[in-house]
């Protein structure tokens, strides 16, 4: 069992940067892969980035170039380093867990464990 907490959420300026941790509780935070997914209101929930077990990442191309992700398996975390943000990016953000998973998961589907989410909006 694997519980995650988010934070690092809430209202910026577009332009301006946010930087999500998610923490994880519990041992081999290493063989999970992890997900970073938001939700805007009305909408469908979608992935944002993944990082593998190795280090491997996938961006979804909206936010290329603007995002980043990294883990710290020392510290059980993954963080999401978000820059010129965009109103678009308005959403909740929610990290999520798969275990040992073959690639870099990137369905909703395919993670195990999720964390609570938190807001993030970008004013105009």
Request: a positive charge; one cysteine or more; glycine letters at 12%.
């Amino acid at each position: 069992q694997v519980q995650l907490v988010e934070v690092g959420g809430g209202l910026v300026q577009a332009g301006g940067s946010l930087r999500l941790s998610c923490a994880a509780s519990g041992r081999s935070f290493s063989n999970y892969a992890m997900g970073w997914f938001r939700q805007a209101s009305g909408k469908e929930r979608e992935i944002v980035a993944a990082i593998g077990r190795s280090g491997t990442t996938y961006y979804t191309d909206s936010v290329k170039g603007r995002f980043t992700i990294s883990r710290d398996n020392a510290k059980n975390t993954v963080y999401l380093q978000m820059n010129s943000l965009k109103p678009e990016d308005t959403a909740v953000y929610s990290c999520a867990a798969d275990w040992r998973p073959a690639g870099i998961p990137r369905q909703p589907s395919d993670y195990d464990y999720w964390g609570q989410g938190t807001q993030v909006t970008v004013s105009s």
